[in-house]
């Protein structure tokens, strides 16, 4: 009888690691998380990740065998680099699609941004499956959008689309580089609610719920936290007329204070928003780019070049000129 088809998904995150494996249709069969312990460095980093994956693989029923990997980090990954991606000291310098092909060099392997995975993640199982036009927006250490156009993830021309967590947060930063500015990632991310709130507040800030938390009797918290939200709402609204999609979904950390975030949000996209979308939590809140890195695994099996039925590019053995493929845009 022959094996069946398995996939691994890795998701590279700033503070930790999260590996699973899945069967042919995504649906998980065993996982592991890891620390990155960013402290020790970028190769270190890499190798904990491979080194998790080799060792689920190594797991495997005899009724399984590995056919795809699926790889995401933060930043925007290419060949021989990462781009945009400041959290792991030296990450930008990794050259992360090469090391994945080395430890994997029998299967196609395949790598994305985590949000835009995250995004196609909840596309193919989740909270946007059947929905056209749709955005994926993640709330937690940093702030990104994943797009969703006639079901397919939009990449943009550098495979950079949906980065708002360096956009302008008002007319005065026009002038000014990113170095220069505060980016709004820097105001509204689960990091810097934390950050801010822990400068301010007395108690215990553990995570960005508790902000919500603690604002419903303190008046300071408060403050903050409708500051925050305020904040999210105004950029939240802007996508929503400039892409016009049938639905919003949300995850991430804050996610946790679903109950005291979605209304505000709801409220802001009904009053401004021409064609108001709706609003949702994400059916994977806490881990959508593991999903992800599992879902455009699972595309690889259908479609090893990454040539005409998924947006993400490939390794594939034995040839080094799919790896740009055709990326829709």
Known sequence: MASLPAVVGIDFGGTKIAVAIGDAQGSRMSSVVVESLPDRGAEAALERGLAAAEHLVRALPSTHRLAAVGAVTF??????????APAIPGWQRVRFGEALQSRFP???????TDVKAAAAAESTWGALSGIRTGMYVNVGTGLAVGIVVNGVVLLGADRAAGEIGYSLRSVRDVRKSPGERMVLEDVVSGKALVTRARAALRGEISVASDVFTLARSDPLAAEIADGFVDELALHLTNLAIAINPARIVIGGGVTAAWPDLAPPLRAALDRSVPYPPQLARATFPYDAPLMGALAIGVSALASPGGTDSSPYPALVPGTDSSWEGRLRS
């Open 75 to 84: 930043g925007i990954p290419r060949r021989d680099r990462i781009d945009l």
């Open 106 to 112: 029998d299967v196609p392997v395949r790598i994305g």
